[in-house]
């Protein structure tokens, strides 16, 4: 059971450039999020989509876009990469988002640096 | 007032010792809580769900006060393997299951 899948887990960009960080989840969770954490703070919400064909911002949605492909699959894109973006990215996925008592369950992250 | 404030740490403790963090939550409606172990900037694992006055799991208990809003877990007999960031974690209340971390406690368990 992989769980929560992100690809890449390295990049390395040049500023301007753009990318997308791909998230699968195999666990037929409806609710899928991303995340960035940068030294020093707390995870920051990006983008969530509670429910298949949904999508919201979260804290900090500048400088991104987001897809809920189908259930299992949550891309985030960077269309013109920024310094500023040099972060860990996370993805994670929860069963049900009108549940309050369910966790997330996180892929292992992207590492992303923008020169 | 942050939505869910921890304490800072780190926290030194020798192998064996019991160590207890605590964490504060501003919305009174949320119903149940979580608390998560991270390891170095890999992803955030979860440790333990509390959905009433408190679960145990092992070395592990973690107690909910709703009345004075503070979450804490309490690990016994530490081991060198419990060094990680524990991050506490309370949901947004009807928000689509969004969740708000905690900016983490780190603990350092020493030989």
């Known amino acids: 059971n992989a769980g929560v899948t992100q690809t890449p887990k390295f990049q390395v960009l040049k500023t301007g450039q753009s990318m997308t960080l791909q998230c699968a989840q195999d666990?037929?969770?409806?609710?899928m999020y991303w995340y960035r954490q940068d030294p020093g703070m707390g995870l920051r919400l990006i983008y969530y989509?509670?429910?298949?064909?949904?999508?919201d911002k979260g804290e900090v949605p500048n400088g991104y876009n987001v897809s809920r492909l189908n259930k299992r699959e949550f891309s985030l894109r960077l269309e013109s990469a920024a310094p500023s973006q040099t972060s860990v990215y996370f993805c994670?996925?929860?069963?049900?988002?009108?549940?309050?008592?369910?966790?997330?369950?996180f892929g292992d992250g992207t590492r992303l640096s923008i020169l | 007032r942050k939505e869910v404030e921890q304490d800072p740490g780190p926290f030194n403790v020798p192998e064996g010792a019991t160590v207890a963090f605590n964490c504060t939550y501003s919305n009174s409606a949320s119903q149940s809580f979580f608390w998560y172990r991270q390891d170095c900037r890999k992803e955030p694992k979860l440790l333990m769900s509390?959905?009433?006055s408190g679960n145990e799991d092992g070395r592990f208990t973690a107690q909910l006060n709703r009345a004075s809003q503070y979450i804490s877990l309490l690990i016994r007999d530490s081991k060198l393997s419990d060094s990680a960031t524990y991050l506490c974690v309370a949901p947004r209340y009807n928000q689509g299951g969004k969740l708000i971390f905690g900016q983490g406690t780190e603990l350092s368990v020493k030989p």
């Open positions: 989509s509670a429910s298949e064909g949904t999508t």
């Open positions: 994670a996925s929860s069963l049900n988002p009108g549940d309050s008592n369910q966790p997330q369950h």
């Open positions: 509390v959905y009433s």
């Open positions: 666990m037929n969770h409806n609710s």
